[in-house]
């Protein structure tokens, strides 16, 4: 058997990325990673054995076990809607809307929650102008306050996306955020009967799949996973991207491995969301970034992670938020079709990923659950900038002693000055804490906020 460059077979080093042995070959001649032009179209087996294709676009779709009905493997997620003057832009989701589902997206994940209760109106008015048979819709019950814990409010919650999103039955629900402790999940889903409600909706026909998103504790991960017997998960949504994969364990969380790993053995389909890791994974160091143009120099940075995620036979979609037209199009050409990460190129992502981990840079993904701040902190806005600086190797910033201590301060700070309104600075941060318990990453906001104001502080 063939040995890669660190001796490791070609079988062990896909198993131990996740990947079974025949997915390294192309999509196309396997069942699970189908490629179609349209979903339904299926055409015969040509003389060699190959799927044929017909039709204009060439969007690769998994089947999902349940029902049957196949996904595409790029899902649109609609918590980054394209926005103008801090509303969303209408017309432009209905356009990127129009170009997803004709180039063979069919698959749209939306809350309750996102961009403050408005992102299932204007999904639903996208979507609506299309025949309901052409996209599943995605949602969940996000009944984070405590009026919406009660079963009567978490039901309000549940008719209320129907109507904004304009539709009789619901495709794909989720219990959104599955990642507190585990008096948070009983108190949100089991005493207050919302699961049991949920199961008899699905029964019902109301909703035709029904899963959970997890962010946060994997106690409570497994202790959802010990329950499958009874509720029978349909599909589990979860964060995974190659950075994630050995380097996401925290406190409390575990490496994406270990999560998709499990849903695997158990035949539950996983959702992925953050495929980018908040962006993070689009934006690499340079030196990381080299090393993918230099093998692949077509192709997009971004493109190297969606095509990791989607390598992966167990993943039914992966998410991406595509907030302008540009990166809607990159997106599906990644995916139509997708061309599966070999071996070798599982290798170099995974020396990329050491490389990455190893920067101290803020697990934030931009997710904006922590917001808004009472005190008008941007906390994303903030992390981000934070993170570029030490991408750029700007920081972390040399001893004082050092010749060019000072002018590296000044610049981090006067650069910080023009990305951030004053009004939305980290030094407005009261550590009340406010934020922690709504972080999925479960980073410490305020310490590193902290952080931030110190540095700024040092230009003098």
């Known amino acids: 058997m063939k040995k890669d460059n660190q001796g490791v077979s070609r079988r062990d080093f896909l198993r131990r990325m996740g990947l079974g042995a025949g997915v390294a070959v192309a999509s196309i001649v396997l069942d699970p990673l189908e490629t179609f032009a349209d979903p339904g179209k299926r055409k015969k087996k040509g003389a060699e054995g190959e799927k044929v294709v017909a039709g204009q676009n060439h969007m690769t779709?998994?089947?999902?076990h349940g029902s049957g009905e196949q996904i595409s493997l790029l899902g649109y997620g609609m918590m980054r809607l394209p926005s103008r003057d801090r509303q969303i832009d209408q017309d432009m989701v209905n356009q990127e809307v129009d170009y997803a589902l004709a180039h063979g997206v069919n698959y749209f994940d939306t809350s309750p929650v996102y961009h403050g209760g408005q992102s299932e109106v204007a999904m639903g008015i996208a979507l609506s102008r299309h025949p309901r048979e052409s996209y599943k819709v995605a949602t969940k019950?996000?009944?984070?306050?405590r009026r919406s814990q009660t079963l009567e409010g978490s039901k309000r919650m549940y008719e209320e996306s129907f109507r904004k999103l304009q539709v009789d039955y619901i495709d794909y629900y989720l219990l959104h955020?599955?990642?507190?402790?585990?008096?948070?999940?009983?108190?949100?889903?089991?005493?207050?009967?919302?699961?049991?409600?949920?199961?008899e909706e699905r029964k019902?026909?109301?909703?035709?799949?029904?899963?959970?998103?997890?962010?946060?504790?994997?106690?409570?991960?497994?202790h959802l996973l010990a329950m499958n017997d009874k509720v029978k998960w349909d599909f589990v949504q979860i964060q995974m991207n190659y950075l994630d994969w050995r380097h996401g364990k925290s406190s409390r969380n575990t490496d994406a491995e270990y999560l998709y790993d499990k849903l695997d053995k158990l035949g539950i389909q996983a959702v992925i969301m953050e495929p980018l890791r908040g962006g993070r994974l689009a934006n690499l160091p340079e030196e990381s970034a080299k090393l993918l143009r230099e093998r692949r120099p077509d192709d997009s940075i971004a493109s190297w992670a969606f095509r990791w995620v989607g390598s992966h036979p167990n993943v039914l979609t992966a998410l991406s938020g595509m907030t302008t037209m540009e990166v809607l199009q990159e997106n599906v050409r990644t995916?139509?079709?997708?061309?599966?990460?070999?071996a070798e190129e599982n290798a170099l992502l995974e020396r990329v990923a050491d490389s990455v981990a190893g920067f101290p840079t803020v697990p934030c993904t931009a997710c904006a659950y922590c917001m808004p701040c009472p005190y008008g902190v941007d906390i994303p806005g903030n992390f981000a900038y934070y993170n570029k600086a030490?991408?750029?190797?700007?920081?972390?910033l040399p001893d004082k002693s050092a010749s060019d201590y000072a002018e590296r301060a000044k610049q981090f700070a006067d650069g910080y000055s023009e990305a951030i309104p004053k009004e939305?600075?980290?030094?407005?941060?009261?550590?009340?804490?406010?934020?922690?318990?709504?972080c999925p990453q479960q980073i410490r906001i305020p310490n590193q906020l902290g952080r931030i104001v110190e540095l700024v502080r040092r230009k003098s």
Not at 141 to 145: A, G, I, P, Q, V
Not at 424 to 438: L, Q, S, Y
């Open 61 to 64: 779709y998994r089947v999902q």
């Open 141 to 145: 019950m996000s009944n984070f306050d």
């Open 177 to 199: 955020s599955v990642a507190g402790s585990m008096d948070d999940f009983e108190n949100r889903f089991i005493k207050n009967g919302v699961l049991d409600f949920l199961l």
């Open 204 to 222: 019902a026909g109301r909703i035709r799949h029904l899963g959970f998103s997890h962010h946060g504790d994997v106690r409570v991960f497994d």
């Open 335 to 342: 995916f139509s079709p997708l061309d599966t990460c070999t």
């Open 390 to 396: 030490i991408d750029s190797h700007l920081l972390p």
């Open 424 to 438: 939305n600075w980290a030094a407005r941060c009261a550590d009340c804490e406010a934020c922690m318990p709504k």
